[in-house]
């Protein structure tokens, strides 16, 4: 003999079914959005990780001999070693003009002048504040010292000096070294280094 089931406990078990689906649904949903990978964590490796996939145990690959990085391909020793047969080049390796001397001061105050500071006497703040004296650009071994040196120190770095090859392109480098070189020639020129046409003009400014 079959009970009667009246609407209010159909009702009743019926919502309780719906309060158990929406419990279970909940539960998924935890359980799936704790588990998710979001596309900023990548199933990747990191630089230098180890892998047990290649025989060296190294994830990183050697690129294959002959290859070249987009936008990698660096030709001419001159540019990008400041050499010349092995030696520091006394050329440049383009014509300085007025915009490469703009382009050379932007850079030097922004990178150099903290150590060097602004004339390239090497008391710059960060020196002001302890640490290690850099040499004068005035001094003599310097002022002879040829523009490929200058490219050197600044792409391999010299005593506590580190490399700024990561930080300043060649062509800004070569850029920094002539205004380097304006800057000994600004604070060791002599009268017959200026035009009669310029000593006119300082004159004039003086006697203002």
Request: aromatic share 10%; charged share 25%; net charge neutral.
């Amino acid at each position: 003999m079959k009970h009667y089931r009246g609407p209010n406990i159909v009702a009743a078990e019926a919502r309780k079914s719906s309060r158990k689906g929406l419990v279970f649904l909940a539960g998924l949903t935890l359980l799936f959005s704790s588990c998710r990978l979001d596309m900023h964590d990548q199933p990747r490796y990191e630089s230098y990780e180890a892998s047990d996939f290649f025989a060296d145990g190294m994830a990183s690959r050697i690129p294959p001999e002959g290859t070249i990085p987009q936008g990698g391909l660096r030709q001419g020793e001159l540019l990008y070693t400041g050499k010349v047969d092995g030696k520091d080049s006394e050329l440049f390796p383009f014509p300085i003009t007025q915009n490469i001397l703009v382009r050379g001061q932007n850079r030097y105050n922004i990178y150099c002048s903290p150590c060097h500071d602004k004339v390239g006497t090497g008391k710059g703040i960060i020196v002001r504040r302890g640490m290690k004296q850099p040499p004068s650009f005035h001094i003599a071994r310097l002022r002879e010292a040829p523009p490929g040196y200058f490219f050197d120190v600044m792409s391999n770095g010299f005593g506590v000096m580190f490399s700024y090859s990561s930080r300043v392109q060649p062509r800004d480098r070569w850029a920094i070294a002539a205004y380097i070189r304006a800057l000994q020639l600004s604070q060791n020129a002599s009268y017959g280094d200026v035009s009669e046409e310029d000593l006119e003009k300082l004159e004039e400014a003086i006697t203002e």
